[in-house]
């Protein structure tokens, strides 16, 4: 009975190497949800899982002829899942961190913006911002590291934590500790709404 089976199973492999449809849509069946879910763990989205799959299948097909063994066929699924969802995962950190600075950025015309329309003077405007580079320089080291990192390099407070090696709450407390120094050290120079858009979070 084994060796029956077995010869089936080899004769099914054979038939989807010369590109017999049912054979592929034997395996399709049988590892599709395996391999939607292998995607999942990469990804956590169910869609993009199984469009990945999807993918997966067609190169499986398209490539089926280097096959050279039964088992070749879930590892060459699993291969190439991992490998777009990996792609996939470079993609979106590389979209966000774009994302992230056009947004920065956009939010520093908009204070210019406001600036222009209270008739700040260039003169003004560069004592302002000198003002503003003495006051971020007396902060206390740590303090300062941190609040550079959130404020200018728009870093997310789980980031600061893990590459300064300290805790969420040792991130959040100087980001509080900063921003309560230079609204003290400003507030007597500049409008209270330009201090709102400098410094919040």
Known sequence: MEQAQLSLADFRFLQFKEGDRRAFEYYFKKYYDSI???????IGDQDKARSIAQDAFIKLWENREKVQKINGIPSFLYTSVKTDCLN??????VVQKYESKK???REISLNTE???SLNFDSVTFSEL???IEKSIEELPDKCKLVFVKKRFENKK?????????ITLKAVEA?????????????SHYILNIFIYCFLQF
């Open 36 to 42: 939607v879910g292998f995607g999942i763990q990469f």
């Open 88 to 93: 996939l995962i470079r993609h979106n950190k």
């Open 103 to 105: 947004l920065h950025e």
């Open 114 to 116: 406001i600036l222009n």
């Open 129 to 131: 911002q000198s003002l």
């Open 157 to 165: 407070n789980k980031e600061i934590a893990d590459e300064l090696g």
């Open 174 to 186: 100087n980001i509080t500790r900063a921003t309560k120094f230079l609204k003290l050290r400003l």
